[in-house]
């Protein structure tokens, strides 16, 4: 079992930035693939970017390339996505996840584990 806590959320000005930590416990929690997906109020939750513990590699969607960036710190185990230049359309609740295999994946469904959620909101 892994547990996904987030912080980091908040209200913040378009433009501006935040940072999302995700501290991962637990069993072999530092050999998966993390990711965050984010859910707009009235809306599915959509993924936003995932990164391989082991591999290194990332994926992110086209609607944050070049603004978000996420990466790790495997001392800690934990898992950060910072976010700048942000827009209104970023606000969302933001979760973390993980999934019990080396490389991330773009899709909800290839996840076996999430957090709770942190409220991210952008202001115009």
């Known amino acids: 079992q892994v547990q996904l806590v987030e912080s980091g959320g908040g209200l913040v000005q378009a433009g501006g930035s935040l940072r999302l930590s995700c501290a991962a416990s637990?069993?072999?929690?530092?050999?998966?693939?993390m990711g965050w997906f984010r859910q707009a109020p009235g809306k599915e939750r959509e993924f936003v970017a995932a990164?391989?513990?082991?591999?290194?590699?990332?994926e992110y969607a086209d609607s944050v390339k070049g603004r978000f960036t996420i990466s790790q710190d495997n001392a800690k185990n934990t898992v950060y996505l910072q976010m700048n230049s942000l827009k209104p359309e970023d606000t969302a609740d933001y979760y973390c996840?993980?999934?019990?295999?080396?490389?991330?994946?773009?899709?909800?469904?290839?996840?076996?584990?999430w957090g709770q959620g942190t409220q991210v909101t952008v202001s115009s």
């Open positions: 990164i391989s513990w082991i591999l290194g590699s990332t």
């Open positions: 996840t993980a999934r019990r295999r080396y490389y991330p994946s773009l899709y909800e469904r290839d996840y076996d584990y």
């Open positions: 637990g069993r072999a929690a530092s050999s998966y693939a």
